[in-house]
């Protein structure tokens, strides 16, 4: 990343440590992990990358310059389409960091016994997310059965940016 970017990531990360610091007696709170900014990396649109809480674990983008004023309003939906497929993010506002959406993958994150899972299993959602195709199961040949990708936790990729896969799901 460029001056410009990583200061927007550690403006992101200033954030979220200030609010660490009030969350930490709440009970969705992990003592085993602190935040960190995990893979982010410039799009047309903005920063994509993970952010790793004590509380969530979720998909941040940055807009680089500063959105539409009606597309950001705190709580609206904002579609965003990565090689992996559609994903709706959700907008935020933060004094320190500006502008963000969010996209949750854990909430709280209890599965994660350590910093390092949580980094393995945000590193391995940022390769799936620009996999094409890959939060779809597409399996890349027509036919062929898709090779799971398994979390440090276990979880397959659809557990990663889709949430698990329905038990009545039929291949097709």
């Not at 705190?74 to 933060?94: Q, R, V, W, Y």
Request: overall charge negative; some cysteine; charged content about 15%.
């Amino acid at each position: 990343m460029i001056g410009v970017e990583a200061a927007r990531v550690a403006q992101l990360v200033a954030s979220f440590e200030a609010v660490d610091r009030r969350m930490a007696d709440l009970p969705v709170y992990n003592r085993a992990l602190t935040v960190e900014a995990v893979g982010f990396r410039a799009l047309e649109y903005g920063l994509l990358g993970i952010v790793i809480t004590p509380w969530f674990l979720s998909v941040l983008l940055l807009p680089v310059e500063a959105p539409e004023r009606s597309a950001w309003t705190p709580g609206a939906k904002i579609p965003l389409t990565l090689p992996a497929g559609s994903f709706e993010f959700i907008a935020a506002h933060d004094t320190v960091c500006g502008d963000y959406a969010a996209c949750s993958l854990f909430s709280p994150v209890f599965e994660f016994d350590s910093q390092a899972v949580a980094r393995l299993v945000a590193e391995a959602a940022m390769d799936v997310l620009f996999r094409p195709g890959a939060a779809a199961g597409d399996a890349g040949a027509e036919g062929a059965e898709p090779t799971p990708i398994r979390s440090p936790s276990g979880l397959g990729r659809r557990g990663l940016v889709g949430g698990p896969p329905a038990a009545t799901a039929v291949a097709g």
